[in-house]
């Protein structure tokens, strides 16, 4: 068990990807997300992330840097930031536009998670191509690295002749709005690969737990073991995004749940519907019932599922020791309910049984 002094320094942030409610609108959903930003804030967590997805009726949020200076402007404390923005579509130097206006506009506290995922299916990923051929099967070239490296420069002019050379061809840009600092630069991922990338470009990482959980342990280790240390961070700087439902009885959580279970049931079925009501989840899922549910799972092989679910003292003791056995002094919580109310709740639940506000 961890100690209390350990326990009680441990952050709680909120990655939003705005869930659309099955009888709700997109237009509904992103309400939704705006006001649980100003809910957050209230309730003293440390950063609110937006995700990107494309063509998905279940998410709502295809642009998060839209929904970040909306956000800002209705909030004085949480930081803003995307979980992520998905850099294989977009030019560096757009990007880099974008979040230092944010940055201009909201000093100190816009944070810019960068990811290597799609974020969409085949056809998306097509579609939002920076540069395509006329074989739709063609496989984009994996230039992210190089992505990467100018991002940071001209996040940082000051930076560009370390980063990309003096005689680069893009030097003399100058990129506006010129105002003091950055934005604060991370690198998000669900393998490896990326944590191996955040130690080697000594950049703070964050890790999808709750999108893919079995090599969490050792992603989060072999980075903070292999950590260079860079102009962004002196020392490692790790997180995690696990899914959390909060509610007062267990029963009640488990029955909130019941609605992402199927949400996850239905990705893997290439079914993107808006999340269902629990009673209507699990009828549903009673329905697609098959031998196979008996089988081990993801969340049966790794050592952390997923969600935890529970009261919020049971998720909070959950929390502090996952914190406690990765070394971790803050974790990015992910509530999906079809009651937006109930969302609401659970993050005031949990806020209070990790005494945020102290």
Not at 29 to 46: C, E, I, K, M, Q
Not at 195 to 224: C, K, M, N, W
């Amino acid at each position: 068990m961890a100690s209390t002094a350990h326990n009680s320094a441990v952050r709680l942030s909120v990655l939003d990807q705005s869930p659309v409610p099955a009888g709700c609108t997109p237009a509904q959903a992103l309400a939704n997300s705006l006001d649980l930003a100003r809910h957050v804030d209230r309730l003293g967590y440390t950063r609110l992330w937006y995700s990107e997805h494309h063509s998905m009726d279940m998410l709502a949020c295809t642009a998060p840097e839209i929904l970040i200076a909306r956000a800002a402007a209705e909030t004085s404390r949480i930081r803003i930031g995307s979980g992520g923005i998905m850099l294989q579509h977009y030019a560096p130097l757009k990007v880099a536009e974008v979040f230092r206006t944010l940055h201009a506009m909201f000093p100190n506290r816009i944070d810019l998670g960068i990811g290597r995922a799609p974020g969409g299916g085949h056809l998306e990923s097509y579609a939002l191509r920076r540069t395509r051929s006329s074989n739709i099967a063609t496989t984009a070239p994996d230039d992210f690295l190089q992505q990467l490296a100018e991002l940071r420069a001209f996040l940082h002019p000051e930076r560009f002749p370390a980063l990309l050379g003096p005689d680069h061809p893009l030097a003399t840009i100058r990129v506006a709005p010129s105002a003091p600092g950055a934005p604060d630069l991370w690198l998000l991922g669900s393998s490896l690969w990326s944590s191996v990338i955040a130690a080697q470009e000594g950049l703070p990482y964050a890790f999808a737990h709750f999108f893919s959980p079995v090599a969490t342990r050792d992603a989060i280790t072999d980075y903070q073991r292999n950590f260079t240390p860079s102009p962004d961070r002196s020392t490692p700087e790790a997180t995690l995004a696990i899914g959390v439902i909060c509610a007062d009885t267990d029963a009640e959580a488990q029955h909130l749940h019941a609605s992402v279970h199927l949400m996850q049931r239905r990705i893997r079925m290439d079914d993107r519907r808006p999340i269902a009501a629990p009673d209507d989840a699990l009828r549903e899922l009673e329905a697609l019932a098959s031998p196979l549910d008996g089988l081990p799972g993801i969340a049966e092989i790794s050592e952390w599922p997923r969600y935890f679910v529970g009261t919020p003292d049971r998720v909070a003791t959950q929390l502090r020791n996952l914190a406690e056995d990765l070394h971790l002094h803050e974790i990015i919580i992910n509530t999906i309910t079809h009651s937006h109310q109930a969302r609401l709740r659970s993050y005031t639940l949990l806020a209070d049984a990790m005494e945020l506000s102290r």
